[in-house]
């Protein structure tokens, strides 16, 4: 099992930046690939951006060059940095992670952005 445990949302007007972070726990050697996925309200839960092992990062287009995640892996912790940001960004922001057997997913974490 892994626990994954979210920080850092909360309100910020269009234009300003929020750090979020998540601290995984448990069998974390296992885990291929973490991510950030968004779910706003009345809209299917997307994909923010995911790191693979090596490194490589996936990120959505509407994130693009204003949203960055990062990992520290001495602290078993990722982070998203967000830029920019607009108030189509508002949404539950959930943390998660794969291993070969299943997804886990955090309790998510509020993002609102005020126009």
């Known amino acids: 099992q892994v626990q994954l445990v979210e920080s850092g949302g909360g309100l910020v007007q269009a234009g300003g930046s929020l750090r979020l972070s998540c601290a995984a726990s448990g069998r974390i050697l296992g885990i291929n690939a973490m991510g950030w996925y968004r779910q706003a309200p009345g809209k299917q839960r997307e994909l923010v951006v995911a790191?693979?092992?090596?490194?490589?990062?996936n990120y959505a287009d509407s994130v693009k060059g204003r949203f960055t995640m990062s990992r520290d892996n001495a602290e078993s912790t990722v982070y998203l940095q967000m830029n920019s940001l607009k108030p189509e960004d508002t949404a539950v922001y959930y943390c998660?992670?794969?291993?070969?057997?299943?997804?886990?997913w955090g309790q998510g974490t509020q993002v609102t952005v005020s126009s």
């Open positions: 998660n992670a794969e291993d070969v057997d299943f997804d886990y």
């Open positions: 790191i693979t092992s090596d490194g490589s990062t």
